[in-house]
């Protein structure tokens, strides 16, 4: 999907820098919880790193989307991860149409 230079964001790409930094307590807080478990140890989001699991991609982005569904202005956002995508749809003031296929 082609979007037009003047509807983009401005600063958005420091803005999500931010967020994932603001999450990163968060995301560590929830792989300290998952490496107790039985099968922690295979797991990408409790590594806690960016290069193997989006989980801190999706914390922030799910900060950015929630301060911005808090504010009075209308903003369209395009997501075109399926999982994020519903993350999204639990936001308090986010609407959508339809979910987006799995696959």
């Not at 039985?38 to 950015?64: N, R």
């Amino acid at each position: 999907m082609g979007l037009s230079a003047e509807g983009r964001e401005p600063g958005l790409a420091e803005e999500l820098e931010q967020a994932f930094e603001k999450c990163r307590n968060d995301w560590i807080e929830i792989g300290r919880v998952l490496s107790a478990q039985k099968t922690g140890e295979v797991s990408h989001t409790a590594a806690c790193g960016s290069f193997g699991s989006d989980f801190g991609v999706m914390l922030a982005w799910t900060g950015i989307v929630e301060t911005r569904a808090a504010a009075p202005e209308r903003l369209t956002a395009v997501c075109d991860d399926p999982w994020l995508f519903r993350q999204l749809t639990e936001i308090p003031g986010w609407r959508s149409d339809r979910l987006p296929a799995l696959d």
